[in-house]
């Protein structure tokens, strides 16, 4: 079993639409979740970082922790076309571990 | 520069050669990690190293990997003997502090033909 489980999706939405991506994790010593977006040839870039349960919004985002389920979620809401990207889910205890990233795909 | 900077950014070699990437960290930053992403797969930890301690060589995946981290700044991963599999982005990051947030630059893909 991995660490880190991410559907690989790929998944397509209309414009406009919410967005909700998913990982599990195994590791109950883990303490820091993020999410990272990578657009095609790039590097990973990074969209939100929690550090406890409970919800962090920042302006379409919002990241979600629970720890008693061992699961987080990154909602987009009106979802733009510009956001169609691979999603990662990323947590650590000293290295960061990774999901296997969920293809999101917007379409006008 | 503002970010971290791997060279080359691109790198074709022929099987059996050995191929050296090089990442030149965030100023200041005290971690530096090394993960390959293969196709349509997620990152892969190969490497970190934080500040003067030993590095946790945990994910290399064969002895023809190897990497150094000179004066706690820039850091070079070296592949010898390339394999076709060997093939993927091989990406630096580097944060202030363990554990903390890490930031990524561009990636170095390594084609081995």
């Known amino acids: 079993q991995k660490e880190v489980e991410q559907d690989p999706g790929p998944l397509s939405v209309p414009e406009g639409a919410i967005v909700s991506l998913n990982c599990t994790y195994s590791?109950?010593?883990?303490?820091?979740f993020m999410w990272y977006r990578q657009y095609s040839r790039k590097g990973p870039e990074l969209l939100m970082y929690?550090?406890?349960?409970g919800n962090k919004e920042d302006g379409r985002f919002t990241a979600q922790v629970d720890k008693s389920s061992k699961y987080i979620s990154l909602f987009i809401r009106d979802s733009q076309p510009s956001d169609s990207a691979t999603y990662l889910c990323?947590?650590?205890?000293?290295?960061?571990?990774f999901g296997t990233g969920t293809r999101l795909q917007v379409f006008p | 520069g503002a970010g971290v900077s791997q060279s080359p950014s691109n790198k074709v070699t022929e099987k059996g050669k050995d191929v050296e990437l090089r990442c030149d960290p965030i100023?200041?930053?005290?971690?530096l990690y090394w993960y390959r992403q293969s196709l349509g797969q997620g990152l892969e930890f190969l490497i970190y190293?934080?500040?003067?301690?030993?590095?946790?060589k945990s994910g290399l995946p064969s002895d023809r990997f190897s990497a150094e981290r000179t004066g706690g700044s820039v850091s070079t991963l070296t592949i010898q003997r390339t394999q076709q599999e060997d093939s993927a982005v091989y990406l630096c990051?580097?944060?202030?502090?363990?554990?903390?947030?890490?930031?990524f630059g561009e990636g170095s893909w390594l084609t081995v033909v």
């Open positions: 590791n109950s010593a883990f303490q820091y």
């Open positions: 990051a580097s944060s202030l502090v363990e554990g903390n947030t890490i930031y």
């Open positions: 190293f934080q500040g003067n301690s030993a590095p946790d």
């Open positions: 929690t550090y406890s349960s």
């Open positions: 990323a947590m650590n205890t000293d290295k960061l571990i």
């Open positions: 100023s200041g930053h005290t971690a």
